[in-house]
């Protein structure tokens, strides 16, 4: 066994001696970009205000870190408990989970390419010599059992680093996967709050149009009274049908967009649509966050999980680079085996029967056909792509962000402004209707009244669930806090 003693002390002298070599280029996180804000032009303090659900006024708080489980801002229980059905039921996100646990595998199994290899093997054959040959024991016995049992160590010095660079490829892919899961968490938990939001304005919408519904009714109801007096003519009473027909006609529609936003809900919470659904949200219920972190430019980066997949691929690029480029140079092998034969099992490893081997080689490619150059070629374009997905990240990503905080800013102003035309047209709609009932004037004005005041409802219903989907989008937009979740 002496040899293969040698053959270990061997091994990790090499290995120690040739851990700081390594081909290929070294990866350095990308410098953050140099932003002096994430928008255009400066923001205000805070936002407009309006008295009514979703109009609180917002306070924009620069450097605030985003709450991990920031959905809890919105005060609805309702929502809360989508939430935490869905972490539980989402099957986009338990894939996701069994992706990174594979990921983790295949980097450790990657990593026990640096160590050595050890294999025992037991054989035993019955044997018989023939008597025209010379005898194989040393008894001269020709029919025998012989039993064999060897241990082989083989173990590949990275000489070139090579290995430690698949090594930190797989490493690299590993946390792409993880930023990838944390991707999937972030876009699951804001498709939900989102869709719980936009069922509870599809929902506001509904009544809005079945309140409309009431109104022109009762509106034609007047108008044929009139018509049967000779006030009105048949014309009036034509128009004002089309009115109320409009409005009925308006709600399929939404009902049916309600009916796809309630099937998405099931599906984002692991369930079949036709199971029990939770009570419905209403606008009513949701209070909207008055304080809104802004982050720092610099940390833009840090915080985004598809920003930091992609620094994670940028890195696994790196590292193929580096192992295109070892598979080109010369590769050793050690190899060392021991063991011992006899025809007895309690004299395996008695005195002359024991053997042993050692041997190296060295193995350098001198002509592939191209195709290791290529494949260093196709690792370093590889890189780039790599490098420019990067960098498309980090633009998307500040897009996103000066989107959202500027939507905010609008919508709330545009809010302000529906609740005040809605006001308004809500005044001179029942101001005309007592004219009309009186006589006073002709149906037709009370048509552009209705009209005004339907579109006003409508557009106030829509302002408000885009204030709190704007707000929705901010969290999404500045990385969803994975940083400060309990489970991360």
Same mark, same amino acid.
């Given at each position: 066994?002496?040899?293969?003693?040698?053959?270990?002390?061997?091994?990790?002298?090499?290995?120690?001696?040739?851990?700081?070599?390594?081909?290929?280029?070294?990866?350095?996180?990308?410098?953050?970009?140099?932003?002096?804000?994430?928008?255009?032009?400066?923001?205000?303090?805070?936002?407009?205000?309006?008295? !009514?659900?979703?109009?609180?006024?917002?306070?924009?708080?620069?450097?605030?870190?985003?709450?991990?489980?920031?959905?809890?801002?919105?005060?609805?229980?309702?929502?809360?408990?989508?939430?935490?059905?869905?972490?539980?039921?989402?099957?986009?996100?338990?894939?996701?989970?069994?992706?990174?646990?594979?990921?983790?595998?295949?980097? #450790?199994?990657?990593?026990?390419?640096?160590?050595?290899?050890?294999?025992?093997?037991?054989?035993?054959?019955?044997?018989?010599?023939?008597?025209? =040959?010379?005898?194989?024991?040393?008894?001269?016995?020709?029919?025998?059992?012989?039993?064999?049992?060897?241990?082989?160590?083989?173990?590949?010095?990275?000489?070139?680093?090579?290995?430690?660079?698949?090594?930190?490829?797989?490493?690299?892919?590993?946390?792409?996967?993880?930023?990838?899961?944390?991707?999937?968490?972030?876009?699951?938990?804001?498709?939900?709050?989102?869709?719980?939001?936009?069922?509870?304005? #599809?929902?506001?919408?509904?009544?809005?149009?079945?309140?409309?519904?009431?109104?022109?009714?009762?509106?034609?109801?007047?108008?044929?009274?009139?018509?049967?007096?000779?006030?009105?003519?048949?014309?009036?009473?034509?128009?004002?049908?089309? !009115?109320?027909?409009?409005?009925?006609?308006?709600?399929?529609? =939404?009902?049916?967009?309600?009916?796809?936003?309630?099937?998405?809900?099931?599906?984002?919470?692991?369930?079949?649509?036709?199971?029990?659904?939770?009570?419905?949200?209403?606008?009513?219920?949701?209070?909207?966050?008055?304080? #809104?972190?802004?982050? =720092?430019?610099?940390?833009?980066?840090?915080?985004?999980?598809?920003?930091?997949?992609?620094?994670?691929?940028?890195?696994?690029?790196?590292?193929?680079?580096?192992?295109?480029?070892?598979?080109?140079?010369?590769? !050793?092998?050690?190899?060392?085996?021991?063991?011992?034969?006899?025809?007895?099992?309690?004299?395996?490893?008695?005195?002359?029967?024991?053997?042993?081997?050692?041997?190296?080689?060295?193995?350098?490619?001198?002509?592939?056909?191209?195709?290791?150059?290529?494949?260093?070629?196709?690792?370093?374009?590889?890189?780039?792509?790599?490098?420019?997905?990067?960098?498309?990240?980090?633009?998307?990503?500040?897009?996103?962000?000066?989107?959202?905080?500027?939507?905010?800013?609008?919508?709330?102003?545009?809010?302000?402004?529906?609740?005040?035309?809605?006001?308004?047209?809500?005044?001179?709609?029942?101001?005309?209707?007592?004219?009309?009932?009186?006589?006073?004037?002709?149906?037709?004005?009370?048509?552009?009244?209705?009209?005004?005041?339907?579109?006003?409802?409508?557009?106030?219903?829509?302002?408000?669930?885009?204030?709190?989907?704007?707000?929705?989008?901010?969290?999404?937009?500045?990385?969803?806090?994975?940083?400060?979740?309990?489970?991360?």
């Amino acid at each position: 066994m002496t040899g293969l003693w040698a053959f270990g002390i061997a091994s990790v002298a090499s290995a120690a001696l040739l851990a700081g070599c390594a081909v290929g280029p070294d990866f350095h996180r990308p410098t953050p970009p140099k932003a002096a804000g994430l928008t255009p032009g400066p923001l205000p303090s805070s936002t407009a205000s309006a008295p !009514v659900a979703g109009g609180a006024s917002q306070t924009f708080v620069p450097g605030a870190e985003v709450a991990g489980d920031w959905w809890t801002a919105f005060g609805s229980p309702r929502i809360d408990a989508l939430v935490q059905r869905a972490l539980k039921a989402n099957a986009d996100l338990e894939a996701a989970r069994a992706a990174l646990r594979a990921a983790h595998e295949a980097y #450790l199994v990657q990593r026990g390419a640096l160590l050595p290899t050890a294999d025992a093997a037991y054989n035993v054959t019955r044997e018989k010599s023939s008597n025209a =040959l010379s005898p194989v024991l040393n008894d001269n016995v020709d029919l025998f059992t012989l039993h064999t049992v060897t241990l082989t160590v083989a173990y590949t010095p990275d000489v070139f680093g090579g290995v430690r660079r698949a090594v930190e490829n797989a490493a690299a892919q590993a946390e792409n996967q993880r930023f990838q899961s944390e991707a999937t968490y972030l876009t699951l938990t804001s498709n939900l709050v989102s869709g719980a939001i936009q069922e509870a304005s #599809l929902r506001a919408q509904l009544e809005a149009d079945q309140r409309l519904i009431t109104i022109a009714s009762d509106v034609l109801k007047i108008i044929r009274r009139q018509k049967a007096l000779g006030q009105l003519t048949g014309i009036d009473v034509a128009t004002q049908e089309t !009115v109320l027909a409009q409005a009925e006609q308006a709600l399929p529609p =939404l009902e049916k967009q309600l009916a796809a936003q309630r099937d998405q809900l099931a599906d984002l919470t692991g369930r079949l649509p036709a199971e029990d659904q939770d009570p419905p949200i209403q606008l009513a219920d949701l209070t909207l966050p008055t304080s #809104l972190p802004v982050s =720092l430019p610099s940390k833009i980066v840090d915080q985004r999980p598809d920003i930091r997949a992609a620094e994670a691929n940028l890195h696994a690029a790196s590292a193929a680079v580096g192992v295109a480029i070892a598979a080109r140079l010369p590769a !050793v092998t050690l190899t060392g085996q021991a063991g011992g034969a006899s025809t007895t099992l309690a004299s395996l490893f008695a005195s002359g029967n024991t053997f042993w081997l050692a041997a190296g080689n060295i193995a350098q490619p001198i002509f592939e056909g191209g195709m290791l150059l290529h494949k260093q070629r196709q690792a370093q374009a590889l890189f780039d792509q790599s490098k420019a997905q990067y960098r498309s990240a980090v633009l998307l990503a500040f897009a996103n962000v000066s989107d959202s905080l500027q939507a905010i800013d609008a919508d709330s102003r545009a809010l302000a402004a529906a609740v005040q035309s809605e006001t308004a047209a809500s005044t001179a709609l029942d101001i005309t209707r007592k004219q009309l009932a009186a006589g006073q004037v002709a149906g037709i004005n009370v048509l552009l009244a209705q009209q005004l005041y339907e579109q006003a409802v409508l557009a106030r219903v829509q302002a408000q669930g885009a204030r709190f989907s704007d707000t929705v989008a901010l969290f999404q937009s500045l990385g969803g806090g994975w940083q400060a979740r309990k489970d991360f």
